[in-house]
């Protein structure tokens, strides 16, 4: 019988591999809906929300971090850091939606960057396996489409269905980070290894996530810019 850390060596190794290629296509759909929107400014403002977001999840996670449970910590941090990411929905109420779910998408993106940064520099002065960078890599992507699947389904939808995307990337998060604190409270190595596996479907789902999401968010283009896409074509 493996013993919990080596699932959890495993599992990393999944996240590298399973989650990587996951986040390329889930990124590269996002991309491509975003590509469709028109330019606007975002860089400044998502920085700032990413920035604030992260200090705000931070704050709002700490009491959790006191009480010693991982697993507690696991999904404090799947319902606090994907709902701080939707914060430029409250400071930019009159924007556009395709420039909401802009900024949103670039909040998950900085959020991702400045969390991984600080994880990283840590890995490194604690001379720590490199491998586990290339995790904080994948989480970064992990971020940025989870952000874009819950904007894509709260700005698109309608009634209850309109936070399925953000109910979706709240368990994601949560079940992503489960198995390596599951590991280090004692649970039973059956236990991790059930985790790990969620995990890893949670991942291979979140490709698919964000292809729906991608279809909702084409709804949020300007009228004009949809003829002029279509006058354009041969």
């Given at each position: 019988?493996?013993?919990?850390?080596?699932?959890?060596?495993?599992?990393?190794?999944?996240?590298?591999?399973?989650?990587?290629?996951?986040?390329?296509?889930?990124?590269?759909?996002?991309?491509?809906?975003?590509?469709?929107?028109?330019?606007?400014?975002?860089?400044?403002?998502?920085f700032g929300m990413g920035l604030l977001a992260l200090i705000l999840a931070s704050i709002l996670e700490l009491p959790v971090l006191l009480l010693?449970?991982?697993?507690?910590l696991a999904a404090a941090a799947g319902l606090v850091e994907e709902s701080v990411k939707l914060l430029p929905l409250a400071f930019f109420r009159?924007?556009?939606?395709?420039?909401?779910?802009?900024?949103?998408?670039?909040?998950?993106?900085?959020?991702?960057?400045?969390?991984?940064?600080?994880?990283?520099?840590?890995i490194i002065a604690l001379g720590e396996s490199l491998y586990l960078a290339g995790v904080r890599v994948v989480l970064v992507g992990l971020h940025?489409?989870?952000?874009?699947?819950?904007?894509?389904?709260?700005?698109?939808?309608?009634?209850?269905?309109?936070?399925?995307?953000?109910?979706?990337?709240?368990?994601?998060?949560?079940?992503?980070?489960?198995?390596?604190?599951?590991?280090?409270?004692?649970?039973?190595?059956?236990?991790?290894?059930?985790?790990?596996?969620?995990?890893?479907?949670?991942?291979?789902?979140?490709?698919?996530?964000?292809?729906?999401?991608?279809?909702?968010?084409?709804?949020?283009?300007?009228?004009?810019?949809?003829?002029?896409?279509?006058?354009?074509?041969?």
């Amino acid at each position: 019988m493996l013993a919990a850390e080596r699932v959890i060596e495993y599992y990393f190794g999944v996240v590298v591999v399973v989650g990587g290629l996951s986040v390329l296509l889930g990124v590269k759909r996002t991309l491509r809906t975003w590509r469709r929107f028109p330019e606007v400014g975002w860089l400044g403002r998502a920085f700032g929300m990413g920035l604030l977001a992260l200090i705000l999840a931070s704050i709002l996670e700490l009491p959790v971090l006191l009480l010693g449970s991982g697993l507690a910590l696991a999904a404090a941090a799947g319902l606090v850091e994907e709902s701080v990411k939707l914060l430029p929905l409250a400071f930019f109420r009159d924007a556009q939606k395709w420039e909401k779910w802009k900024l949103v998408a670039g909040t998950g993106l900085f959020l991702g960057l400045i969390e991984g940064l600080a994880y990283t520099a840590g890995i490194i002065a604690l001379g720590e396996s490199l491998y586990l960078a290339g995790v904080r890599v994948v989480l970064v992507g992990l971020h940025t489409v989870w952000a874009a699947v819950s904007a894509s389904f709260l700005l698109s939808g309608s009634g209850w269905k309109r936070f399925s995307g953000l109910a979706f990337s709240m368990a994601a998060h949560a079940v992503y980070d489960l198995p390596p604190l599951a590991a280090i409270e004692g649970l039973p190595v059956e236990v991790v290894t059930s985790l790990a596996a969620i995990s890893t479907a949670f991942m291979l789902a979140t490709a698919v996530m964000a292809e729906k999401a991608a279809k909702l968010a084409t709804g949020l283009i300007p009228e004009e810019e949809e003829k002029e896409e279509l006058t354009s074509l041969p």
